[in-house]
């Protein structure tokens, strides 16, 4: 099968950004990006629960119980949601997931800020009160709101390279 030169000019007057292969290794990039955050961020708190549920009480947000079963349960969900990211499988389901956790810390972020508290995000591992001076609340928010953007791009449009759902599911 040829190519005619109309299908050349044709794709020459596409927009770099609008271009299929293009849109897949930024889906790709996306995808890793989120991916590895998240695998990160509950590697992190995994080994550490009485740690992790002090990161959550310390938003003061759920009843003290609730926010330590929150604690225990979210390094699991981080892991699983970015290993399903990085390879690439189940996609749209896990970037909205991936892009509401990213907006929940967003919120619990801000109302913290709002309020006055002092916390370490905890995002890493860590959490719990901190100097005034040591928050960095902006930048956390920035952060976060990057990598909910990724999410957001692979829930409009999942289909990325080297993925699973692509070998598995031709998407």
Do not use: N
Not at 50 to 64: D, E, G, K, M
Not at 118 to 140: L, V, W
């Amino acid at each position: 099968m040829s190519v005619t030169v109309d299908e050349v000019d044709a794709e020459a007057a596409v927009p770099w950004y609008r271009r299929g292969r293009t849109l897949d290794v930024v889906g790709l990039l996306a995808r890793l990006l989120l991916g590895v955050v998240l695998v990160w961020a509950g590697a992190a708190k995994v080994g550490h629960p009485l740690t992790s549920q002090r990161a959550v009480q310390a938003y003061q947000i759920f009843p003290f119980e609730l926010a330590g079963w929150i604690g225990l349960a979210l390094p699991f969900l981080e892991i699983v949601v970015g290993v399903l990211l990085l390879l690439g499988l189940f996609t749209r389901p896990a970037a909205v997931v991936g892009a509401l956790l990213m907006l929940a810390f967003i919120a619990g972020i801000a109302q913290a800020w709002a309020r006055g508290l002092s916390i370490d995000c905890g995002c890493f591992g860590g959490g719990g009160e901190i100097a005034p001076s040591a928050t960095r609340y902006p930048e956390e928010i920035a952060r976060d709101t990057g990598f909910a953007l990724a999410g957001g791009w692979l829930a409009w449009r999942p289909r990325s390279l080297a993925s699973l759902d692509r070998i598995l599911f031709g998407h």
